[in-house]
């Protein structure tokens, strides 16, 4: 029944190649209000994004960025099937393309599922090396953990916002919006509250944000990262 609704819907949505759209679809889907409301939960996020009393920042940082590095994998897992070299010949989320930088910075043009798993693979692989989030009593973090973090936390938010640019048909015909709405906002409150985003790199989403972020339930607010340069986004690709 799952597989025959997603059929459906992709027949409908008749998406094109390289993660294009056709002019029907410029309209994002994923902004029309009866789908925004949609939550999981009422949980004021903003709480449980605060540091707790005599917990270790670092502590704080890591549990949770390890949280949402796997549900974020997860959420992905959902629609992986759908996200193919032939229908996202690129990493793109609205007008902006991405590149992964491989270990010597070489620049690597590279389709959605194989950036999508070069992300998972360099995470997997930072947040189960014991040097960088250590988990034994008496061990330290390191020096560039912060900006590690805050690597790992753009990495993921381009995850994101993919599967609400390319695959949020598909996420909807799952019925999974609920939970795609509720891991977006609890992760930007949480980078929000420790600055582990910059503002240019989630313009791309500020629209989404703005009306996810504001609404009851979520308790954020407009500020802090959210601002109008989507809304004047230029219709060309930006790369990164």
Request: with cysteine; hydrophobic share 35%.
């Amino acid at each position: 029944m799952v597989l025959q609704a997603v059929s459906k819907v992709l027949r409908k949505s008749k998406a094109k190649p390289n993660g294009k759209k056709t002019a029907s679809e410029e309209k994002k889907v994923y902004l029309e209000p009866e789908h925004t409301k949609s939550r999981i939960t009422d949980f004021e996020f903003k709480e449980l994004v605060v540091l707790p009393r005599e917990i270790d920042l670092n502590e704080w940082l890591a549990s949770n960025t390890t949280t949402f590095f796997h549900h974020i994998n997860l959420q992905y897992s959902t629609i992986s099937e759908f996200c193919t070299g032939e229908t996202c010949q690129t990493m793109a989320v609205c007008n902006t393309q991405y590149y992964w930088y491989d270990e010597r910075g070489k620049k690597v043009k590279c389709t959605a599922p194989q950036y999508v798993d070069f992300v998972m693979s360099s995470v997997q692989k930072l947040v189960t090396d014991e040097d960088v989030f250590p988990t034994k009593y008496g061990r330290e973090f390191p020096s560039s953990f912060e900006s590690l973090v805050k690597k790992i936390c753009k990495y993921l938010f381009h995850v994101l916002g993919h599967i609400y640019w390319a695959h949020f048909k598909e996420t909807l015909a799952l019925e999974l919006h609920g939970h795609l709405n509720t891991l977006y906002v609890h992760f930007i409150l949480f980078a929000r509250e420790f600055n582990l985003l910059d503002p240019k790199e989630t313009a791309v989403m500020d629209d989404l944000t703005e009306v996810l972020c504001s609404s009851p339930g979520s308790g954020g607010a407009t500020g802090d990262g959210a601002s109008s340069g989507a809304s004047g986004a230029q219709n060309h690709v930006k790369e990164r």
